[in-house]
Structures are given as structure tokens and as C-alpha cells.
């Protein structure tokens, strides 16, 4: 995962409710699993992996078992993981691209969860980013407009 994809998520993290971080959280774990897929290095190729395997362990640690379909995201989660620890010893495409497909169906149907979610965003003291303010010769860049600096998480 790049410095930019690694930006990009914590801005969305940054602006997202409950129900669109799941969804943060099944793009980066696509993403790694992506990563896995294209990794030529071996060192990259495990730091994909272990990013994978603990995204799929925060999906899991991050359940409430009060909703019976719980159960059955947890034996799909640990199926995840076993799978993923496979690719540790060795790579295998056919096991990421399966990974890919179980995990690309779940993230469509918490899309659509996220989109009836109104509820407002968890951190409500994260700073507003406004984009196209300035343009660079190749880029685009992006402006924080707030100058709070105590910003962040609140309860």
C-alpha cells in the first residue's frame, strides 16, 4: 500500500459513520490483498499479507454478536484468515482471487447498508479537506481548512 493510498483511506476514515468505515475497512483489506496479487518482492509480498490478515482480524474483533448474521460474518472471517495464512507460506492466486470474490460480495452489501445510514460521522472533530483549491503542474492539491488544532476523535 502506497503513502497516497494510506492518505486517502485516513481522509475517509476521517469523515466516515459507523457503517461506511466497514466499508473502509473491506477496501483496505482488498487493497492488501491486491498488493499480495501484484507483489514481485518477497518482503512486500508478506507486509501485504500480514496487512490482510489483520484487517480480516479487526472485521472479526469488531462484530456484536446481539445480530444473529454475526455468526455467520465470524465463520466467514475465520475461513478468511486460514485462507490467508496459506498465502504466508505460499502464493497462490487462486486463494487470493477467492479471498477476493467472498469479500467483494460482503463490502457490495455493506455499500448498500452505508448508503441508507444518515447517521453523521463518528469523528466529529476531524478536519475538512477541500480539494481543487490550487493546482499543481500534475497534481492536485488539497487544503486543510480548518486551523483547529485540537481536532480528532471526541466523545
Do not use: P
Not at 502506497?2 to 466499508?23: C, K
Not at 496479487?37 to 507486509?47: A, N
Not at 490550487?134 to 466523545?155: A, F, Q
Amino acid at each position: 500500500m502506497t503513502e497516497e493510498d494510506i492518505n486517502i483511506f485516513t481522509r475517509r476514515i476521517a469523515g466516515a459513520n459507523r457503517s461506511e468505515l466497514v466499508v473502509i475497512l473491506y477496501d483496505i483489506l482488498l487493497q492488501r490483498l491486491d498488493d499480495a496479487g501484484k507483489s514481485q518482492d518477497d518482503e512486500e509480498y508478506i507486509k501485504a499479507v500480514r496487512g490482510a490478515s489483520e484487517t480480516v482480524r479487526h472485521l472479526k474483533n469488531d462484530l456484536d454478536f446481539k445480530y444473529a448474521i454475526s455468526r455467520d460474518l465470524y465463520r466467514i472471517y475465520t475461513y478468511a484468515e486460514r485462507e490467508i495464512a496459506k498465502l504466508t507460506y505460499r502464493k497462490s492466486d487462486d486463494v487470493i482471487n477467492n479471498i477476493r470474490a467472498i469479500m467483494t460480495v460482503l463490502r457490495d452489501a455493506f455499500l448498500e447498508i452505508a448508503s441508507n445510514d444518515d447517521s453523521g460521522q463518528l469523528m466529529k472533530n476531524a478536519g475538512s479537506v477541500t480539494a481543487g483549491i490550487t493546482y499543481g503542474r500534475r497534481c492536485l492539491n488539497e487544503t486543510d481548512t480548518d486551523s483547529d488544532t485540537n481536532r480528532g476523535y471526541l466523545v
